[in-house]
């Protein structure tokens, strides 16, 4: 996580005004998970106070609702729209509540039978935590002004006493997460999402009232039914820097494995954090591992830790190559988005690229000549205890082996460091 003593001694003095319970933040997980049942990384947060020099003028809760653009249901017309929240209606539970399939008239809105009108997915926000109700209205906020393809749709939100429900449109084939750790996927479909998710981004950081998205990772990138890629899970996005800031201050929250070092070790925050996740996710598509994974031996357990040595050697890259591919991938092309990846995962922010940069750079692996699949591919499976193979040219040593220390964040499950950084809501 880097030093943080030097802030942290500075921020003891200063009253903490988040009341949020960080190990309700911790817990945090979205409707983008489901149908999964296990999470990507664990969610975490760092206490904080306010800095006054940078606090926006914000929005009142009455202000966002009335503007959003979005259908106001009522709990009446949810309970109906899902059964009552029956348990044969459930999609995923998380950390943030209960996820249901609910259908809705495509005209009017109004609720409809089962099986008949629109199919949508109802978030139900457990009633207990602040926290959740201010993701609740981020979400609110940014869904119901940002509109692309690659977002996914807020059709409308609900507002009952301690209820706070949020209907998005229904992505049959739910998150990336759930199919890249447990099927195979293709190269081409695995081409399609990192191209659909780096538009979604790309729109994002270059809106006209820059939004970082802070929360990056395969669970929050859902799949229509022809893997078309919506980003979801808006509830830690943050408004980005205005005149000639480089970033904003704010408290640390995110998912271990995919949160950039510098913002994890200072708590400032930039567009480039989204990139550096961005690259955490390519490595995942290359790799079929997840951003941690602990049951892997210690050098592993990072996957940009174990990774980095490879990504720029054309020869050892299969090495790391997801098995369940079974070699079908074209090597040309292979390379080319670890290069991307590389240049993602840089550990100076002003070293990386743009994500439009990102975007144009997939695109062109869009063409046939990136996309020739080489019998050569080794396709020898990995042994058990998780090492990769060997060169079958020749024998090679084995790779370099990382401590964990040389993570920039701590492992799944450590307790973070009382480092405080300023809040900007």
Known sequence: MGNCMDTAAAAAAAPDTNNADPSKAASKTTYSSYPST??????????????????????????????????????????NATKNFKPDSLLGEGGFGYVYKGWIDEQTLAPARPGSGMVVAVKKLKPEGFQGHKEWLTEVDYLGQLHHENLVKLIGYCSDGDNRLLVYEYMPKGSLENHLFRHP??????????????????????????????????????????????????????????????????????????????????????????????????????????????????????LVDWTRPYLGDKRRLYRIMDMKLGGQYPKKGAHAIATIALQCIRSEAKMRPQMSEVLEKLQQLQDPKYNVTSPQVDTRRRSSSGSVPRSPMRMQPSPRRLSASASPLPAAGSPLPACRTAQVH
């Open 38 to 79: 296990t999470k990507s990384g664990s969610s975490w947060t760092v206490p904080s106070y306010k800095d006054r020099s940078d606090l926006p003028t914000p929005r009142t809760e009455g202000e966002i609702l009335s503007s959003s653009n979005l259908k106001a249901f009522t709990l009446s017309e949810l309970k």
């Open 185 to 302: 996927l293709s190269w081409g479909i695995r081409l399609k999402v990192a191209i659909g998710a780096a538009r979604g981004l790309s729109f994002l950081h270059d809106a006209e009232n820059q939004v970082i998205y802070r929360d990056f990772k395969a669970s929050n990138i859902l799949l229509d039914s022809e893997f078309n890629a919506k980003l979801s899970d808006f509830g830690l996005a943050k408004a980005g820097p205005t005149g000639d800031r480089t970033h904003v201050s704010t408290q640390v929250m995110g998912t271990r494995g995919y949160a950039a070092p510098e913002y994890v070790a200072t708590g400032r925050l930039s567009v480039k954090a989204d990139v550096y996740s961005f690259g955490v996710v390519l490595l995942e598509l290359l790799t079929g591992r997840r951003a941690l994974d602990k049951s892997k031996p210690a050098s592993e357990q990072n």
